[in-house]
């Protein structure tokens, strides 16, 4: 709920980075769509959480975490948002939660998967077309992007090695939830098949394994 929320401020963020830096307007409608997704993605993941029974559960959303990092100037504070949230964050989600909705039974869970699923495709689509806008509105990207995405590839560690944890209940499992094995596998697998191409395509030299 608080990632999904915390989504919602990306993407706001990103949209009004986006109309000062003049991104093409159905990108931009695009954009705020997806503001509407992440916030009904965080109500939809906060009514699971009440008839899952944590209707008194404290939710932190953490609104100290949610800024969004700047200062490097419009276009590369834009571009670090669209690479870190959406090329690697939204393209890196789609097969995670697709794994999630494959071992999901639970009735309150399904439904939720099945519409974040969905929209998380969207989602990433949107970030490589405003990867590309960005490309054309300043080729200087290409060379800015190679430099970071190392650095920003690293902030997903947490996916890539999960921190160690009991196994998973059958309870668990039938909520989604995946075990730390997985989420490390569909790292590793995500990032050589799917993330690592796509910027090989845009003339971006990435790293294509995950060390
Ligand atoms: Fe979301
Ligand atoms: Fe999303």
Redesign the pocket.
Known sequence: MAAEYG?AGVAAQVLAWGITAGLPVPLLHTATR?VR??LD?AALAHACLVALGGADAPVDLAPERLAVPRGEGLLADLARAVLRDFCLG?TL?VPYFAEMRRGATHPAVTPVLDRVLA??AV?RAFGWDALDALLALDPGVRGWAEARVPTLRASFDGYRTPPAAPPLTPDERACGLLDNATYGALFARTWAEDVAPRFARRGIRVDGEVR
């Open positions: 989504s997806i997704d992440e993605h939204e989600a929209d998380e989602h």
